[in-house]
Nanobody
Framework: QVQLVESGGGLVQAGGSLRLSCAAS????????MGWFRQAPGKEREFVGA????????NGADSVKDRFTISRDNAKNTVYLQMNSLKPEDTAIYYC???????????????WGQGTQVTVSS
């Protein structure tokens, strides 16, 4: 059974930083692309970025690509999302996902975590 468990979300002031983690089990982690998405209330799920099994990265929207960094530790079956210079508009539920392609679409990822809430106060 595949499980992706996000952690590290919370409440932070604008300008602050958070690091999200996603621990994976039940799949050959080092063979999968790991992606991060986010969804704000009333909005569609948005691609934040992805990292391939070998460390190649695909950036998400321009609004985050210079502030957010994805990394992975294959020995720990964990992917990270480092978020700096956070803004109120970054408030959303953040999801990690596993797939076989370095894609930006929701339907390119087969497995999903339950999400972790990030709230940025102004």
């Amino acid at each position: 059974q595949v499980q992706l468990v996000e952690s590290g979300g919370g409440l932070v002031q604008a300008g602050g930083s958070l690091r999200l983690s996603c621990a994976a089990s039940g799949l050959p982690f080092s063979s999968y692309t790991m992606g991060w998405f986010r969804q704000a209330p009333g909005k569609e799920r948005e691609f934040v970025g992805a990292i391939s099994w070998g460390g190649g990265r695909r950036n998400g929207a321009d609004s985050v690509k210079d502030r957010f960094t994805i990394s992975r530790d294959n020995a720990k079956n964990t992917v990270y999302l480092q978020m700096n210079s956070l803004k109120p508009e970054d408030t959303a539920i953040y999801y990690c996902a596993a797939g076989t392609r370095v894609g930006s679409r929701v339907d390119e990822y087969a497995y999903w975590g339950q999400g972790t809430q990030v709230t940025v106060s102004s």
